[in-house]
């Protein structure tokens, strides 16, 4: 059974940092695509990063502010988040996908996490 769990939301004001991280039984990420994804109140759930082997991808948001990286080793992937604002405040979920090529769409995406929540204050 295929299971990821995100750690590491919590609540932060502006500017500051969160690292969420993801790790996974069930699921060898190694050779997987694995994504970072947000849904604020309200709102659809959105693309935040991805990582494919050594290429990673980010949506606008985050480009300059967040770094998606991964530990093979220990199965997990990060999301390090800087220069937060209120605008990220969001449910953030780890998701992996068997699929052999990168893509944003939430429907690409084959396993998730529970979510783990990210509160900035402004």
């Known amino acids: 059974q295929v299971q990821l769990v995100e750690s590491g939301g919590g609540s932060v004001q502006a500017g500051g940092s969160l690292r969420l991280s993801c790790t996974g039984s069930g699921y060898t990420f190694a050779s997987k695509i694995m994504g970072w994804f947000r849904q604020a109140a309200g709102k659809e759930r959105e693309f935040v990063a991805a990582?494919?082997?050594?290429?990673?991808y980010y949506a606008d948001s985050a480009k300059g502010r967040f770094t998606i990286s991964r530990d093979n080793g220990k199965n997990a992937v990060y999301l390090q988040m800087n220069s937060l604002k209120s605008d990220d405040t969001a449910v953030y979920y780890c998701?992996?996908?068997?699929?052999?090529?990168?893509?944003?769409?939430?429907?690409?995406?084959?396993?998730w996490g529970q979510g783990t929540q990210v509160t900035v204050s402004s």
């Open positions: 990582i494919a082997w050594s290429n990673t």
């Open positions: 998701a992996g996908s068997f699929n052999p090529f990168y893509s944003k769409p939430p429907a690409s995406y084959d396993y």
